[in-house]
């Protein structure tokens, strides 16, 4: 099969999580300009570190942002436009995670989560798909979760944001899939990483690895002319 994400433009959030990072290998390997951002300063600088000791000729920008500042984001967005040029792959990768009982939620914990699991990606959206559709290519790529289509005890917030995106990229796909863009949700369970330590209940040493559901969700973004797949659950 014919690599039609060489030289694609790819701008990733949430990349110093487990997940973000392995995404962000595979669209490397595969001869991808990137664009990371992610909360952490330090964290950040250490994967971009990584990523080029791995592929020293490949383009790789950083900026760390904090996505529950909303104000924030256009500048990021044109900034990565900046030097990109243009964006051909966003994948929107940063989540928060919270376990609580809902009768101990506050508001600025609500403002948080939606801000980060729901606005941002819209924003981010809003800010690349333009160009997207001038080009008449175009990939979104949503990290969902099995609560996008669940709920579960003690995650009300996080189930209702990830109820939120996937109608989202369910609406998007429906709306720009005539101009070649394609917006897909992958909804994994719990897989090894910093969020899945928090799950309760349930054995973290049975969650599969981070590189594992990496693969998956790559290996259904590469085809073009083919039948595209909208939206998968990934189940251990």
């Known amino acids: 099969m014919q690599n039609i994400l060489k030289n694609k433009k790819c701008f990733i959030t949430g990349a110093t999580g487990a997940l973000g990072f392995e995404l962000a290998r595979l669209f490397a390997k595969n001869k991808c300009e990137l664009f990371i951002t992610g909360k ?9 570190k990584k990523l080029k000791f791995d592929f020293p000729n490949q383009k790789i920008y950083f900026k760390q942002c904090d996505l529950t500042f909303s104000n924030k984001l256009d500048q990021l967005c044109h900034l990565v436009l900046k030097k990109l040029k243009k964006v051909d792959i966003l994948v929107n990768c940063a989540g928060i995670f919270s376990v609580e009982n809902f009768n101990q939620v506050n508001l600025k914990k609500i403002e948080e989560i939606f801000a980060v699991n729901v606005k941002a990606p819209m924003i ?4 690349f798909i333009g160009s997207m559709k001038l080009n008449r290519w175009g990939r979104i790529i949503n990290i969902g979760s099995s609560s996008s289509y669940y709920g579960f005890e003690k995650t009300a917030l996080y189930c209702s944001s990830k109820h939120g995106l996937l109608g989202f990229s ?36 049975a969650f599969p690895e981070p590189e594992e559901v ?9 085809f073009d002319k083919q039948k595209i797949i909208s939206e998968i659950v990934i189940k251990k």
Do not use: C, H
């Open 40 to 48: 952490n300063n330090a964290k950040l600088i250490n994967k971009y």
């Open 214 to 222: 990496a693969k998956i969700i790559f290996s259904n973004i590469k």
């Open 124 to 127: 981010i959206t809003k800010n």
């Open 170 to 205: 369910r609406s998007i796909y429906k709306e720009y899939k005539k101009y070649g863009i394609y917006s897909l949700i992958f909804s994994p369970g719990s897989f090894k990483g910093k969020m899945g330590k928090k799950v309760r209940n349930q054995n973290y040493n």
